[in-house]
C-alpha cells in the first residue's frame, strides 16, 4: 500500500518537476534574450550619438595637421628676427601649443590614428631641427626658405597623417 502511494506521489510530482523545469528554462531564455535586446539597443543609441563627436575629433586633428603642415605653418609664421635658433624654437613651439590644444581628442580617435598624428607632428619638428642645424643655414629667413624647398621634393608628413584620417573616417562611416 505504500509502495502504491509513493508511485502516485510520484505520479504528481514528476510532471510538476518536469513542467517547472521546462519553465524555468524558458524564463531563463526570455530574459537573457531581452538583456540582449536592451543592451543592444542601449549601444545603437550610443554610436548614435557618439559618431558626431568622433567626426569632430576627426575634423579638428585634420585642422591641426593643416595648421602644423610646414607650408602652411612657415608662410603664417613669419621670422621676428634673423636667430635661425630662435626661429627654430617659436616654430616647435607653435606646433607643441597646438598639438596640446587638441589632446583631449585622442579619446575618440583609435590608437593607430593617434599614432599617426603624433608620429607626423614629431617628424615635423625633427625635420625642422635637421634643418636648422645645417651650416649652410645662418638665418631664419634661410632656414625657412630651406625647410619649404624641401617640401617641393617629398610629401609632406602632415598630408600623409590626413589621408589616414580621411581612410578612417570612410571606413567608420561604411
Not at 585642422?63 to 607650408?71: D, I, K, Q
Not at 590614428?113 to 617628424?123: D, E, G, L, R
Not at 636648422?132 to 625647410?147: C, F, G, Q, V
Request: proline share 3%; hydrophobic share 40%; glycine share 2%.
Amino acid at each position: 500500500m505504500e509502495t502504491n502511494k509513493i508511485i502516485e506521489l510520484l505520479a504528481y510530482t514528476l510532471p510538476a518537476l518536469i513542467t517547472g523545469g521546462v519553465a524555468f528554462y524558458f524564463f531563463q531564455t526570455h530574459t537573457k534574450n531581452e538583456e540582449n535586446r536592451r543592451r543592444f539597443l542601449l549601444m545603437k543609441e550610443t554610436k548614435k550619438e557618439a559618431l558626431p563627436l568622433r567626426l569632430q575629433a576627426y575634423e579638428r586633428m585634420v585642422l591641426f595637421l593643416e595648421r602644423v603642415n610646414p607650408s602652411k605653418l612657415l608662410i603664417r609664421v613669419a621670422p621676428f628676427s634673423d636667430d635661425k635658433t630662435d626661429y627654430e624654437n617659436f616654430l616647435i613651439n607653435q606646433i607643441e601649443q597646438e598639438f596640446e590644444h587638441n589632446l583631449t581628442q585622442q579619446i575618440y580617435l583609435t590608437e593607430d590614428c593617434w599614432t599617426v598624428i603624433t608620429t607626423a607632428k614629431n617628424t615635423i619638428i625633427q625635420n625642422i631641427r635637421k634643418t636648422a642645424m645645417s651650416d649652410k643655414i645662418d638665418s631664419s629667413h634661410k632656414l625657412r626658405e630651406t625647410i619649404l624647398s624641401d617640401l617641393l621634393d617629398k610629401q609632406s608628413p602632415s598630408l600623409v597623417a590626413i589621408s589616414y584620417l580621411k581612410s578612417e573616417v570612410i571606413s567608420m562611416m561604411g
